[in-house]
T-cell receptor, first 114, second 116 residues
Framework: GQQLNQNPQSMFIQEGEDVSMNCTSS?????WLWYKQDPGEGPVLLIA?????ELTSNGRLTAQFGITRKDSFLNISASIPSDVGIYFC??????????????FGKGTKLSVKP | EAGVTQFPSHSVIEKGQTVTLRCDPI?????LYWYRRVMGKEIKFLLH????????ESGMPNNRFLAERTGGTYSTLKVQPAELEDSGVYFC??????????????FGPGTRLTVL
């Protein structure tokens, strides 16, 4: 089945640094979603991408839908301590399954040192 | 408006026992999803309800798992008998649209299940 590979698995950065993470697949996705999970909470949608090449921002977060439709990138500028959490990429599977169920990557765990 | 709630937040049981997880979706949401994350792995889809009907249960691991959504409101997920590999965090999500869309799911905080 379709899989999403997220890199890196974890990051330890200093407050104020920029962060980059990516998500790749061997197959095409028509929608890319980026979620953040805070400790003890469920994933919360940060950014949704719908078209190849699309670049979308949400505050200090910027995500891009790769041209090949097989990858996506998430950047966080000027990180702050509340950026700590696990970031997941996700997308709906092609060609099957109920509408709405999602495939997720394994997540990138972000730690920020004040 | 209250979000998706799940009960319990944590459950520790022994292998062979039964556990029932509950999810209360956002009021009025027809679509309800169950997902599971085993430690260090991806969040995996288990099943999807539209109101009280199972739309897709292709992700259910085996017949030890039984999900219900009587009356189309809250849902339960029963594991009987529980095995060690069932440990993980079980998330519920709900979506308001009749035609489910990938970007409209609201997730609950999850139930962390530990099977000893």
């Amino acid at each position: 089945g379709q899989q999403l590979n997220q890199n890196p698995q974890s990051m330890f950065i200093q407050e104020g640094e920029d962060v980059s993470m990516n998500c790749t697949s061997s197959s095409i996705f028509n929608t890319w979603l980026w979620y953040k999970q805070d400790p003890g909470e469920g994933p919360v949608l940060l950014i949704a991408l719908y078209k190849a090449g699309e670049l979308t921002s949400n505050g200090r977060l910027t995500a891009q839908f790769g041209i090949t439709r097989k990858d996506s990138f998430l950047n966080i500028s000027a990180s702050i301590p509340s950026d700590v959490g696990i970031y997941f990429c996700a997308g709906p599977p092609r060609g099957g399954g109920s509408q709405g169920n999602l495939i997720f990557g394994k997540g990138t765990k972000l730690s920020v040192k004040p | 408006e209250a979000g998706v709630t799940q009960f319990p937040s944590h459950s520790v049981i022994e292998k062979g026992q039964t556990v029932t997880l509950r999810c209360d979706p956002i009021s009025g949401h027809d679509n309800l999803y169950w997902y599971r994350r085993v430690m260090g792995k991806e969040i995996k889809f288990l099943l999807h309800f539209v109101k009280e009907s199972k739309q897709d249960e292709s992700g259910m691991p085996n017949n030890r798992f039984l999900a219900e959504r009587t009356g189309g409101t809250y849902s339960t997920l029963k594991v009987q008998p529980a095995e060690l590999e069932d440990s993980g965090v079980y998330f519920c999500a709900s979506s308001p649209y009749r035609r489910a869309a990938a970007d409209t799911q609201y997730f609950g905080p999850g139930t962390r299940l530990t099977v000893l």
